[in-house]
């Protein structure tokens, strides 16, 4: 087991996650402004990072529901904050991604607005996820926004993807160069998430980490 990842969950725990995204998960508000957001309702975990690195395809995974979050090859298909409840116990917000030229600066700018207004004023924001390409690693960008979210006081968690494009042997030091990144972060989970919405590895890890959240909160 590669040190630093956060694989070590009870039985219960990862069951507990398991039944919370196994429930129905619906489609229902997407946010082209920050100050157009669905009203203040259950607790949200939102996930953040550069354009392709796999939100859609996450939110996808962990729900179990392969069409539910539209993704692309493209860079950019995500365009909007898009809200998806889990039954009446979390709410799922899908981001547009930033760092990717090719979508032109002025639309960009404008997304970079609404994630970044969203990720500092929403008090039922349980958790920020910041995913980053397992093959690339941390970018500037990603350090761009974590800033934001530790002057914010927004809790967050680092979620390496595309684990099944990242050999074996390269992944233990992958995952040491992320924690040394979070270490002077304060808002930063302390341990990383590494998964693949492609053959689900590290997903089962990650649902019991927000139903651990969850009951953290008597929720
Ligand atoms: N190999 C591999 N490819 C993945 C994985 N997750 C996503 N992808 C691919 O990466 C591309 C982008 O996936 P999306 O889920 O649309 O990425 P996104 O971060 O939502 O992108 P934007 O909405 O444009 O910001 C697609 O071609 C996916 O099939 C993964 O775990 N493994
Ligand atoms: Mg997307």
């Not at 508000?29 to 203040?40: E, M, Q, S, T, Y």
Request: aromatic share 8%; glycine share 10%.
């Amino acid at each position: 087991m590669t040190a630093g990842l956060d694989a070590d969950f009870a039985p219960e725990t990862l069951e507990a996650g398991r039944k919370l995204f196994a429930g129905p998960c619906d489609f229902f508000f997407a946010a082209a402004k920050a100050d157009g957001l669905p009203p203040i309702g259950a607790p949200e975990i939102a996930f953040a990072g550069r354009s392709n690195v796999g939100k859609s395809s996450l939110i996808n995974a962990l729900t179990g529901r392969l069409t539910l979050a539209r993704t692309s090859h493209t860079p950019g298909r995500t365009q909007e904050l898009i809200f998806f409840a889990l039954g009446d116990r979390l709410n799922l917000v899908d981001m547009p991604g930033y760092g990717y030229a090719a979508v032109g600066k002025a639309k960009s700018a404008s997304w970079v607005g609404l994630v970044r207004d969203y990720l500092r004023g929403r008090p039922s924001l349980m958790r920020a996820f910041v995913l980053v390409d397992g093959r690339r690693g941390l970018k500037d960008s990603d350090e761009t926004t974590m800033t934001a979210l530790d002057k914010a006081a927004v809790s967050y968690a680092i979620v390496l993807t595309k684990r099944d494009e990242v050999k074996a042997a390269d992944q233990p030091a992958l995952v040491a160069a992320t924690l040394e990144a979070l270490r002077k972060r304060p808002a930063a989970y302390p341990n990383v998430f590494f998964t693949s919405a492609h053959t689900g590895e590290g997903v089962p890890e990650l649902r019991a980490h927000v139903a651990a959240l969850l009951a953290e909160r008597g929720m």
